[in-house]
């Protein structure tokens, strides 16, 4: 399938590394430009190269805190300035630390906001002036934004708030012609997984091979998914292969997630 990803502009947030390098990487190998962040210069520096040689793709690396108020304004405006525009961006974090709701202190929702909810709305106001008619946003949350995962307290409620936005601007911005979507990703196996099956290991007492075993069995395809099969997705989203498709909730989750609605 053409994914009609030729040249196009994709900036990728939080991208050195997991999901978002994933994305960065599958849109490049399409064939279009990306710009990628990170808060760590090294770590974006050397993805970028990477995901350059990979591909032959122009990948352009740069220093971004998405929780610090301002950064993700300025590196999409300094983006879109360079290039002229923008026409896919990917709204992306870091996701924040586990957890009970009791066992959480007030700074911990604070800062856990700034990285999930606020960022996410940042990106989308930053990023609206450069999108252009057939252009796209992605935000990507977790199982978590559809059934509710107790020791996930702070992940559960921020990212019900992202996927919530997705649906608003999906409606407030159709006539535009600028498409908005939401991807979660089921068990993907990327670092950030393997800490959440470590911090239930040590929750339980069990060695997280065990934990990952007993996930596994309760997946209807029996696996983890691998983070190129959620980039996949996430590069047809943004492509003009998905022209029809915004308001959308994709999950790539090997079927975990049971919920109808």
Not at 73 to 90: E, K, L, N, S
Not at 181 to 193: F, K, Q, S, V
Request: net charge negative.
């Amino acid at each position: 399938m053409d994914l009609h990803l030729d040249g196009k502009r994709i900036l990728v947030a939080a991208a050195s590394s997991g999901l978002g390098r994933a994305i960065a990487h599958r849109v490049a190998a399409e064939g279009a430009r990306v710009a990628v962040c990170s808060r760590s210069e090294e770590r974006i520096r050397l993805a970028a190269e990477q995901i350059a040689a990979d591909t032959g793709a122009e990948v352009a690396p740069s220093v971004c805190d998405v929780s610090e108020p301002g950064a993700l304004t300025a590196w999409i405006d300094g983006v879109a300035a360079h290039w002229g525009g923008v026409d896919g961006f990917v709204a992306n974090a870091g996701g924040p630390p586990p957890g009970r709701f009791g066992d959480l202190a007030p700074e911990q929702w604070d800062t856990a906001y700034r990285l999930t909810l606020r960022s996410a709305l940042e990106s989308a106001r930053a990023v609206r002036p450069h999108l252009g008619r057939g252009s796209a946003l992605l935000f990507m949350t977790s199982v978590s934004a559809r059934q509710p995962v107790g020791t996930l307290a702070l992940s559960t409620i921020y990212r019900a708030g992202v996927a919530a936005l997705a649906k608003t601007l999906a409606d407030e911005w159709a006539p535009d012609g600028i498409r908005v979507n939401h991807l979660i990703p089921g068990r993907i196996a990327t670092d950030r997984l393997a800490e959440l099956d470590e911090d239930a290991a040590r929750r339980r007492g069990v060695p997280a091979a065990e934990i990952r075993t007993e996930i596994e069995r309760s997946i209807p395809l029996g696996r983890y998914g691998e983070p190129d099969e959620y980039a996949a997705a996430a590069a047809f989203l943004l492509s003009g292969a998905a022209a029809y498709v915004t308001g959308a909730t994709l999950a790539v989750d090997g079927g975990l997630i049971r919920s109808l609605t």
